[in-house]
């Protein structure tokens, strides 16, 4: 009889339970213009504002409160739709669609919206992206192994996704290391991602993680790349800084 491994909840999604009530989430409307066509999104306050800590600042910090609009011409539209469905069904796509990695641009596309989310501070997204990626290593065998770079060059150091990118690149036990360290990958993939998985392959103490099989990946507690930020905890108010003292003699 086959044994599942089971693990806590992600302490991040009972975190935002708290005060999550209708109310504060469902209040007034407010509206993002997205990418170059400046495509309205109507969502509402409390609910975008509950998930992103960029959204928080931009309705609630006052600098566009007045407004109640706020323009990211840069971001792209199909990444927005994705998080806009996500917040109101727990979904990224419809019913009738889904992400195939082994497709290049869903591939593309599922990381956009993870380094969106990292852009915009959604960690419970952020979270929603890993698992995705982590699924799919455990149902297709397959790993978004041709953007690296692209996540490399959008995240910053200690970003989940990179950690979770090394591990399956050195630990899945039917990738071998070894094809990373010669000079076509010198130039195929970030000097930032030789080095972790290098570290990765050797450790501080010359001794590597185990390696794990694509059926083994399930067994893992997904927690380890988890982003638990919780952006609704109260924030600790900063001490004040003393003013300096002037012991100059006249």
């Known amino acids: 009889m086959a044994t599942t491994t089971s693990h806590p909840p992600c302490p991040l999604v009972e975190a935002m339970k708290k005060n999550a009530t209708p109310e504060k989430l469902y209040d007034t409307m407010v509206i993002v213009k997205v990418g170059p066509s400046e495509k309205e999104f109507h969502i509402h306050k409390g609910l975008i504002c509950h998930y992103s800590e960029f959204f928080r600042g931009a309705f609630k910090g006052g600098f566009q409160e007045n407004e109640g609009a706020v323009t990211l011409d840069e971001d792209r539209v199909d990444v927005f739709q994705c998080f806009s469905n996500w917040l109101y069904t727990g979904k990224l796509l419809a019913e009738d669609q889904k992400f195939d990695l082994e497709k290049a641009g869903d591939s593309k596309h599922l990381l956009g919206i993870y380094v969106f989310a990292e852009a915009r501070g959604i960690p419970r997204l952020k979270n929603e992206i890993v698992n995705h990626v982590l699924s799919s290593v455990v149902n297709q065998k397959c790993i978004p192994i041709n953007h690296i770079r692209y996540v490399y060059e959008n995240t910053p150091e200690k970003d989940k996704m990179r950690a979770l990118l090394v591990d399956i690149m050195t630990r899945w036990s039917t990738v071998d290391v070894n094809d990373f360290f010669n000079d076509e990958t010198r130039n195929t993939y970030p000097s930032e991602f030789l ?56």
């Open 195 to 250: 080095f972790d998985a290098c570290k990765a392959t050797i450790g501080l103490t010359n001794v590597k993680k185990p390696d794990v099989s694509a059926k083994g990946w399930k067994k893992l507690n997904k927690c380890d790349y988890h982003d638990h930020t919780d952006i609704n905890a109260p924030q600790e108010p900063k001490p004040l800084t003393p003013a300096p003292t002037d012991n100059s003699t006249p």
